[in-house]
């Protein structure tokens, strides 16, 4: 059975970091790219980062570049997300997803994803 399971997340104050973990059974990811997403209260959901199989290719939406990284464990099963930086708009429930294929799409694609966590709530506040 396929089951991702976010952690990490928590409450910290503006300028803060945190680091969430995604921690994947029932599947390898050797063959998976991996997406982070987040949605914010009465927002959509949107695309956070990607990371492919061979790590060569990382993915940021504009928001989060220069804060967050995005990094991957494959003998751990494990996709990590570093965030720096913490603002309030950052607030909200991160999700990882497994995508079809070993590459990231070039644009967000929700489709793209088949497997999803349940998420861990970020929230940035003082």
């Known amino acids: 059975q396929v089951q991702l399971v976010e952690t990490g997340g928590g409450l910290v104050q503006p300028g803060g970091s945190l680091r969430l973990s995604c921690a994947a059974s029932?599947?390898?990811?050797?063959?998976?790219?991996m997406g982070w997403f987040r949605q914010a209260p009465g927002k959509e959901r949107e695309g956070v980062s990607c990371?492919?199989?061979?790590?060569?290719?990382?993915y940021y939406a504009d928001s989060v570049k220069g804060r967050f990284t995005i990094s991957r464990d494959n003998d751990k099963k494990t996709v990590y997300l570093h965030m720096n930086g913490l603002q309030p708009e950052d607030t909200g429930v991160y999700y990882c997803?497994?995508?079809?294929?070993?590459?990231?799409?070039?644009?967000?694609?929700?489709?793209?994803?088949?497997?999803w966590g349940q998420g861990t709530q970020v929230t940035v506040s003082s």
């Open positions: 029932g599947f390898s990811l050797d063959y998976y790219a």
């Open positions: 990371v492919s199989v061979s790590k060569i290719s990382r």
């Open positions: 997803a497994a995508g079809r294929g070993s590459r990231c799409p070039l644009q967000t694609d929700f489709d793209y994803y088949t497997d």
